[in-house]
């Protein structure tokens, strides 16, 4: 089935430091594909859109200069944290529906914790 | 906006016993999705059912259905024989339908504990 690789699962840094979270669709075209964040018990929350070739969507609320998305290619898209805080401390996750079927299930990375200190 | 309600934060099975988590949502599509997906303590997201809703027959994987009530826009999840690995977050979500590719909607979740 299709396969979404996140890296890395799991990141610390400190605060200011930017941090870079790759997403990459390993046997199917991504271009889409949609960010999320989750903190500590509780649900997803949407935070972007980034499509292949384009600027990416942000959801309202998100600062699109502190949270940098780039979907350079079909199979890769990256998710950069800029002078991170301890409240950006979260745990991130990347999904993408295979573009042949985009009514199909989405299939997601297996998440990134992000630990500001 | 659609919105998805998870009205129980924790529920608690004996194993071997069905339990049902519930969700409502809201829209005014036509065209949707919806799901049930698990998320045990490695965080991973794993697809548990999934329903169109174009689609009168409730969805059914193994020991996992639904109840899907379009007009009282309800999509209840019925767990039978519940297993001690059935213990973990369960989120309930909405996905629009048509052509492009929609993100899903989550609700804020359900924490299923699981007793011997």
């Known amino acids: 089935g299709a396969v979404v690789s996140q890296h890395p699962s799991w990141v610390i840094c400190k605060s200011g430091t930017s941090v870079k979270i790759e997403c990459r669709s390993l046997?199917?075209?991504?271009?889409?594909m949609f960010w999320y964040r989750q903190f500590p018990k509780q649900s997803l929350m949407l935070m972007a859109t980034?499509?292949?070739?384009?600027?990416?969507?942000?959801e309202q609320g998100v600062e699109k200069d502190k949270f940098l998305i780039n979907h350079a290619s079909l199979t890769l898209s990256t998710l950069t944290v800029t002078s991170a805080h301890p409240e950006d401390s979260s745990f991130y996750i990347c999904?993408?529906?295979?573009?042949?079927?985009?009514?199909?299930?989405?299939?997601f990375g297996n998440g990134t914790r992000l630990t500001v200190t | 906006a659609q919105t998805v309600t998870q009205s129980q934060p924790e529920m608690s099975v004996q194993e071997a016993e069905t339990v049902t988590l519930s969700c409502t949502y809201d829209?005014?599509?036509?065209?949707?999705?919806l799901f049930w997906y698990k998320q045990p303590p490695s965080r991973q997201m794993i697809l548990v059912i999934r329903?169109?809703?174009?689609?009168?027959q409730n969805a059914t994987e193994n020991r996992f259905s639904v109840n899907f009530q379009k007009a009282a826009k309800s999509f209840s999840l019925k767990i039978s024989d519940s297993q001690l690995g059935d213990a973990a977050m369960y989120f309930c979500a909405y996905r629009r339908g048509g052509d492009s590719g929609y993100a899903l909607n989550f609700g804020k979740g359900t924490s299923l504990l699981v007793t011997p």
């Open positions: 999904s993408a529906p295979p573009s042949f079927s985009y009514n199909s299930p989405l299939h």
């Open positions: 046997d199917f075209q991504a271009t889409t």
């Open positions: 829209t005014s599509e036509s065209d949707y999705y």
């Open positions: 980034s499509n292949e070739g384009s600027k990416a969507t942000y």
């Open positions: 329903q169109e809703a174009y689609k009168q």
